[in-house]
């Protein structure tokens, strides 16, 4: 190439909508030839007509890169012209760029990258954004639980991938396969019940009160009885006697109304097998605790050996819980779905307690008494008030 | 080697073969075989059946349905889609509610060059499949490949009812195959494009291609796209649609004509109340922006959805 | 002096228009009664041109009708029932419900059935007519009605201009009956007469007296003759006025009272009653008879069609289209 000269790219133009190609058909300039003004240097045929390209400017033909009766894209680069560097200037033309190296020139297949790990953001997402975080179970999330009978608290153990940690199906299907790689045994449908009932229950705000108290007087009455009753009929009573005196606090609360029950049946719970049950005594504030021991002995006989009869479950305002069998101190059960209380008992134990009329340390029998309850109907003050009656109840039982 | 549009004038050719009651009109289509050779030495193969029309799309269209009460069936051509607005009236009022109201079939075929090439402009790149599919009584085509190009304005010709035939521009020069189909799918099955995993691209005509683009980039980066075809707008295969997303549990939709109402907004429609529970992220939708289709490829190049700008929704969507 | 098959016709198109008026003034008064579903339209003062229109054609010739033009259909074979079935939303009438009062027809007996936009109905029947060309009919006319407001559309521009380079056997016939609604003339044309566009279009030309059935029998003959023969399209202006509202909703206040007074003014069918008895062609107790006859004819079509069924909502399969497995599915 000669000093002060260019080259300029002689391009197939855009001949007409929907157009993508012409037949080189004439050309009338060869290698060498000087080109004046913009004249017409190919003769091109389309569908529909003839027609001529125009060079881009004045200049030589340097090259030619076509044959006669070939095809070119709209686009093509047909040949070279060989411009003045002012000619090219005064017309704002580009300096021809050398052409890129051929990508790819074996032909190869491409090897497949790993996927990229996509970045999740908050931030502009189609997830709508009340629905945001991780929290958010897709349409599709929710049928496919529904088919295998899981809920929320079933994916608890799921990190999830999608946007704002949200758990994908493709994330629940892994997650469903490698339990697979676990033992399985089937959860009786007791558990299943059992899973079901505390998990509607904990939809609620559930708190927990307690306080230690003294069972000298009872573990002497009960030495005294026969039959025996066992020490969670004396507090299944002593609530039954508090709340015949005020029931509010066995009270349901269903939007802004206080439903009250109509009779005092408190259940007690039993351990069975791979679950609880929970019989009732009916009527328990108007039956004096010598006339419940036999049925309370039957019903926990018939509880432990699952054969509780539907009549004598369910129904109950309120249930007792005595987890000192296993030598618990304090505990913070759940109460029934349906219910608002649980009164538990604990182990007793002998504690050192201080006797103002002895100025001594005396030994004393205690045992710790807890109510948990549901802190939409009843406040902390309620349940102490309560807790500080059984107790009182407690200490007199021979009037219960 | 056959194009699009060769594939078009070769349904043409065999419909006027076939059957008698078949002629063209329109402007250009006679000698000059058409604005874009879609009816090219028609006229002279069979003479007296392509016929010359003045300028006048209402009575184009108008003249059509009278001829068609008369038994003929004629396939009409609209120089291009945008200007058949002015036929529309005869189209949505005429052709679409004469069966309903009087029993008798109308069946006319009016073909539309649509679609968007560079440089085009506002008035010679509309995409107007929606508003046709929203009158009832017509029945909207859109043929995405060479092979439905063929077979399914050969079935227009056969149905009685009006047919819209969106034929894409773009298309007519730039896609080829190797022969005409010998059997076709009837109109009403959309086309599985491309069998994926990951998310399904639903769309028509042009974009079907720039889809199948878009799903051989993201294969490299791992992904598996699936590309469901409609074929026909309306009726619109629901029932494809629907087992592409149980199977992936993601949509986009795509289209190249505006986002108001469009086909993309009519798919998601179907999707979100009959396959709700399919879907693990909320639908995704890309049309083309909001303006009249700007006439500067630096403009146009954008105004559309390209495989780049799929690719991009894509990517957002997997990551939903 | 008119010949017995000329008196013949006379009274045969003086008979469909006294019909015509009979039936547009019981179902206007139907109307008002509340016993209408939609609008009512009436061509009162329109009849004798509308008459003449319909039995100038025969069997097998194509005409789309307008909204006026109860004789016209009655001449050309609509049956009375169709028109009282259509208005009272009989499920047996032509339109089985699904439009109704003058938006009715049937295609397949070269009856079109109008559609709302005025003009549109023009390139049908061109259509039509270029069909029965490729089939190598020869011999048919199909006829349009128009308004002279209609002829301000593109549709009617378009149709009468591919009508004309086709050279097809249409005839046009155009009502001027000075008012398309409250519009008058003077801010619908500004073209000294509605038949220089005839001109326009290279097409024959005709106008006509509206009110004066000899006249339009005549004209109308010679248009049709015209177009059978091969002439191209024929344009008729006929000018009348038109002696209702606009539709049976309407009082037509605006109408200049000074029009009423003049030629244009002239109620067609009391002209044409005037005739007859001048000609002797009948006498007052014939046109008596005649009316009753004819008050008769609509009462029994009237009862008939009261006591048939309402259209049922629960029995139309709500599909527009004749393909039936090309339907779109919805679930509703």
Known sequence: MFPGFTRVPIVMPQLGESIAEATVVRIPYEVGAEIEGEADVIEVETNKATMGVAAPCRGRIAEWLVELQQSYPVGATLGWLEVSEEEAARLGIDVATPAPAADNPSGEPQKVAPRATVQPTVRGLPVPAHAAGASYLSPRLKARMNELGLHAADLAGVAGSGAAGRVTVEDFEKFITKLEENKLSPASSMRVAVADAMRRSWSRPLATVGMPVVIDTLLAHRKASEPKPGPALYALRALAIALGENSAPAGRLVGDKIVHPRAIDVGFAVEAEDGVLVPVLRDADKTPLREMVVRYNELVELARQRRLPPAAQGGSIATVTNFGTFGLQWATPIPLPEQTLVLGLGAGRVVPSWDKTKSAFIPATEAGLTLSFDHRVLDGGGAGRLLQRISALLQEPATL | MITYLEAIREAQARALADDPRVYIYGQDVGNFGGAFKATKGLAKEFPGRVIDSPLSEDAIVGSAIGAAIEGMRPIVEMQFADFSTVAFNQIVNQAATLNWRTNVPCPITVRLPSGGTSGAGPFHSQSMEALYAHYPGLIVMTPATVEDAYSMLLEAVAIDDPVIFCEHKYLYYHLKAEALPTEAVPTGKARLARAGRDATIVTYSAMVHESLACAEELATEGWEIEVIDLRSIKPLDTDTVLASVARTGRLLAVGEAWPWGGVTAEVIARVATEGFSLLDAPPMRLNAKDTPVPYHPNLWGTHRPTAKTIATALRRLLAA | ?332
């Not at chain 3, 028109?83 to 339109?95: A, D, H, I, K, Q």
């Not at chain 3, 029965?132 to 009617?156: D, H, P």
């Open chain 3, 1 to 332: 002096m008119t010949s017995e098959p000329q008196q013949r016709f006379y009274i045969d198109a003086f008979r469909w228009m006294l019909l015509a008026r009979t039936v547009d003034e019981r179902i206007a008064s139907l109307y008002r009664a509340g016993k209408i579903q939609g609008g009512v339209f009436l061509g009162k003062g329109q009849e004798a041109l509308s008459a003449a229109t319909g039995i100038s054609l025969r069997k097998g010739d194509v005409f789309a009708p307008l909204i006026r033009d109860q004789a016209g259909r009655l001449a050309f074979g609509e049956s009375l029932l169709d028109c009282t079935r259509t208005y009272l939303g009989s499920r047996l009438g032509p339109m089985r419900g699904r439009d109704g009062n003058v938006h009715r027809g049937r295609p397949r007996e070269g009856l079109f059935a109008m559609i709302s936009h005025l003009g549109a109905m023009i390139p049908v029947v061109a259509g039509a007519l270029m069909a029965r060309k490729f089939r190598g009919l020869t011999g048919t006319v199909g006829a349009a009605s128009i308004g002279e407001g209609g002829t301000s559309t593109g549709a009617f521009h378009e149709a009468l201009n591919l009508a004309a380079v086709e050279k097809l056997p249409l005839v046009l016939v155009v009502a001027n009956n000075q008012y398309a609604y409250s519009t008058p003339n003077s801010r619908q044309f500004a073209c000294a007469d509605l038949i220089d566009k005839a001109i326009g279009y290279g097409v024959d030309g005709h106008s006509v007296d509206g009110t004066d059935l000899v006249a339009c029998l005549a004209v109308l003959g010679e248009a049709v003759a015209r177009a059978r023969a091969g002439h191209g399209p024929q344009l008729v202006v006929a000018s009348l006025l038109r002696l209702a509202g606009h539709g049976e909703h309407d009082d037509a206040g605006y109408v200049d009272p000074a029009l009423r007074e003049t030629a244009v003014g002239r109620d067609c069918l009391r002209v044409a009653e005037q005739h007859l008895l001048t000609e002797r062609w009948a006498d007052a107790a014939t046109l008596t008879r005649w009316r009753e006859e004819a008050a008769e004819q609509v009462e029994e079509a009237i009862a008939a069609t009261v006591r048939e069924p309402l259209p049922d909502p629960n029995q139309e399969d709500w599909c527009a289209l004749a393909s039936p497995h090309l339907r779109d599915g919805y679930t509703e």
